[in-house]
C-alpha cells in the first residue's frame, strides 16, 4: 500500500478549484466525469508520482443509485482537504487484512483509465473519513500525463481522536504521513515555487 493521492472536496467543482489555485497558486488541469457516482473533477500534478484532484457531485449527471465515494452525499460549507487515496497491487488482500468498513471493490473507468476503488456503502469511511480510500489502477496511471506543477508533498498529517488505533490498523510507513490525536481532519503541506504551502480540511 503506497500514497496515491488526495482530494479536496467542494459544493461545485469550481469552489474546490478556486480553493486549490488560490491555496497553492497554481492552476489545475481539467479531468473529467465519473459515471457510477456521479461526480467531476480536475487535476494537479505532484513530484514523486502523486496528484492532487479537486472533486465534487457532478450537477448534471444523474442521481446515482448508491452513496457516494468521498460521501459527497453529505458534503457541505467551504471546500477543504477531504480524503488521502492509498494504491494497492491487491484490493481484495487489503480488504481482508482491515476491519470491516472500508467498503466493496467497484470497477470504474474513464477514458482509458481503469481502476478498481474500495467504496463503503453508505460512502463514509472508517475513523470519521480520515481513514485512507483504497485503489488499484488496472492499467494507466494519471499522474505521468499531468503537467509538471513545481509542487512537492512535503507533509499530510492525519487527525484523530483515534489517530493511534488508526495508525496501527493501517501499518502504513511513509515518511510523509503522519498522525496526530486531535480532531478529525487533514492537513497537507507543500513545498511551492512560492515557498511553503498548506491545505486544511
Known amino acids: 500500500m503506497q500514497l496515491d493521492h488526495i482530494a479536496v472536496a467542494g459544493e461545485n467543482l469550481a469552489e474546490a478549484t478556486a480553493f486549490v489555485e488560490e491555496a497553492l497558486g497554481v492552476a489545475l488541469q481539467p479531468g473529467g466525469a465519473h ?3 456521479h ?14 484532484e479537486a472533486i465534487a457531485v457532478d450537477p448534471v449527471a444523474p442521481a446515482p443509485t448508491r452513496a457516494r465515494w468521498f460521501d459527497l452525499d453529505r458534503f457541505s ?9 492509498c494504491a494497492c497491487d491487491d484490493l481484495d488482500g ?4 482491515l476491519p470491516a468498513g472500508f467498503g466493496v471493490p467497484v470497477d470504474l473507468q474513464r477514458g482509458d483509465l481503469r481502476w478498481r476503488m474500495a467504496v463503503p456503502g453508505d460512502g463514509v469511511l472508517p475513523f470519521d473519513n480520515c481513514a485512507p480510500a483504497l ?19 512535503r ?3 492525519v487527525r484523530h481522536p483515534l ?3 488508526l495508525a496501527a490498523v493501517l501499518g502504513f510507513g511513509d515518511e510523509r504521513v ?10 497537507a503541506e507543500f513545498d511551492t515555487p512560492h515557498g511553503p504551502r498548506v491545505l486544511a480540511g
Do not use: C, K, M
Open 35 to 37: 459515471a457510477v457516482f
Open 39 to 52: 461526480t467531476h473533477n480536475n487535476l494537479l500534478g505532484l513530484a514523486d508520482g502523486l496528484y492532487l
Open 77 to 85: 460549507g467551504a471546500p477543504r482537504l477531504s480524503n488521502w487515496i
Open 94 to 97: 487489503q480488504l481482508q487484512r
Open 135 to 153: 485503489i488499484e489502477w488496472q492499467g494507466p496511471h494519471p499522474a505521468p500525463r499531468l503537467a509538471a506543477s513545481g509542487l512537492r508533498l
Open 155 to 157: 507533509r499530510l498529517t
Open 163 to 165: 489517530a493511534a488505533e
Open 178 to 187: 503522519d498522525y496526530e490525536a486531535g480532531a478529525a481532519g487533514l492537513w
